[in-house]
């Protein structure tokens, strides 16, 4: 069963300011649980109405909010009106995956770079013995050349 209700915290406006964001969720909790006969551990709050309350800040909480409230054999989901209701499974498990990839695509990246730079620091050195390979025959041709002037 679904209804739709706007619900008012103006009452709360009387409760102290660092107070009324988390009075605000459990008045909400406490009022739909005796209207619709559950317990209150029974009464789940959608994430997107916990943001809108805290949205700005723990002392100015909306005055009047629009609700879907959708009633279970025991429970009831409390929603707000344009908002649809997904399966958390189904979204945790998605997240769950993708940021698996993230984290692969992260740790193939991490060790590709080590790597590569590992690789150039490599070619450096290999260059530079070069280098100091062709000066020392060099010098090694000069001082030939030098002796065999000398001895002739």
Not at 2 to 10: D, T
Not at 87 to 107: C, D, R, W
Not at 130 to 151: G, P, V
Request: hydrophobic share 30%; glycine share 2%.
């Amino acid at each position: 069963m679904e209804k739709l209700i706007n619900f008012s915290f103006r009452k709360l406006y009387r409760q102290p300011r660092t107070k009324r964001a988390k009075r605000a969720i459990n008045h909400l909790r406490r009022t739909l649980a005796k209207r619709f006969h559950v317990s209150e551990e029974n009464v789940w709050i959608s994430p997107k109405i916990n943001e809108l309350i805290w949205e700005k800040g723990f002392s100015k909480v909306p005055r009047v909010m629009p609700l879907k409230i959708i009633q279970e054999e025991t429970r009831i989901k409390v929603l707000l009106q344009g908002e649809e209701l997904t399966k958390p499974k189904e979204k945790e498990a998605k997240k769950k995956k993708e940021e698996k990839k993230q984290a692969e695509e992260h740790a193939k990246e991490e060790k590709e770079k080590p790597k590569e730079e590992k690789k150039e620091k490599q070619k450096e050195e290999e260059q530079k013995k070069k280098l100091q390979e062709k000066k020392e025959i060099e010098r090694a041709a000069e001082k030939a050349a030098i002796k065999r002037k000398l001895d002739k």
